[in-house]
């Protein structure tokens, strides 16, 4: 971490106004949020944005870092060349801060908890200087699924990946442990959209159209491990689908899911046209020690 002491000398003015001015190319959102986080400090205090500062006060900056390794990243990637990363997104840790100002302001991705953007910007500052949309991050899994996430290392390359979700010419395939067990195999043709009212993502009439096809993997006790190809990507989709038809997905508290150590879904596979050559590959994140164990433990019960 980054720590630099200034003494303001001028007329009154507001701590963020001063942060965004002081010739780190700050924006006036992510100035706002280093004095939120108690990162910019005015003789030794935290203060809030709109604090006025005076003529010999003393401003304290500590610029932050990801709060992880660059080895921690480097144990997280699957595949890597010239136009993609492939990685493995550990279960419980977001892929992108909240507040979007990170989006034109990679350096914000370091503020508040570490994200797999954070681990990103700290250990691949080539990929962050890039100019890349989003810091080539192309599509998206929920905090608490686990597994392969792919992130382009050009412009050319973010382009053609996201083409690909798009025209839906990634075959995906998610392992995902259920309640209940379902028929062997199965498809769900349900649209989702978030109806007037209510907070959560839902199956409902009038959302946008999505499909999921399942096979049955392996047995437990009440539960079950399923294979499963999302054919669209709408958000949530595998596990408002499951629930959907009765068998949530173990451990997601948001759709009835039953308790379990973890949520048990995991991005297993990723079969897609090499951005560059064109050539297909696939990608595979097998599964990691907490997801055999919670499914160990829960299919015993």
Known sequence: ???????????????????????????RSYARRLAEEGLALVNGARRKP????????????????????????????LFEDDALLAVQKPAGVAVH?????????????????????????????????AGLER?????????????????????????????????????????GAVAGIPPKTGVIDAPIGRASGFKKIKVWEYGRDALTEYALKEKGRGCALLEIYPKTGRTNQIRIHLAHIGHPIMGD???????????LLHSFSLAFAHPYTGRRMTLRAPLQPDFKAAWKEVSRK
């Open 135 to 175: 810091l080539g991050v192309v599509h998206r899994l929920d905090r608490d699924t686990s597994g392969l996430m792919l992130i382009a290392k050009t412009p050319e390359a973010q382009q053609s990946l996201k083409d690909g979700f798009r025209e839906r010419l990634m075959r995906k395939v998610y392992l």
């Open 1 to 27: 971490m980054k720590k630099t002491k200034n003494i303001y000398a001028g007329a009154p003015v507001r701590l963020d106004v001063y942060l965004a001015a002081s010739g780190e190319n700050f924006s």
């Open 253 to 263: 508290k948001l759709y009835g899911g039953p308790d379990a150590p973890r949520m």
């Open 50 to 77: 709109s604090f006025m500062l005076t003529h010999g006060d003393e401003v304290e900056l500590a610029l932050p870092g990801s709060g992880l390794a660059q080895e921690g990243f480097e144990k997280l990637v």
């Open 97 to 129: 801060p909240n507040p979007g100002g990170w989006e034109t302001n990679p350096r914000a991705a370091l503020l508040g908890e570490p994200t797999l953007v954070s681990m990103l910007y700290t250990a691949r500052p080539k990929t962050a200087e």
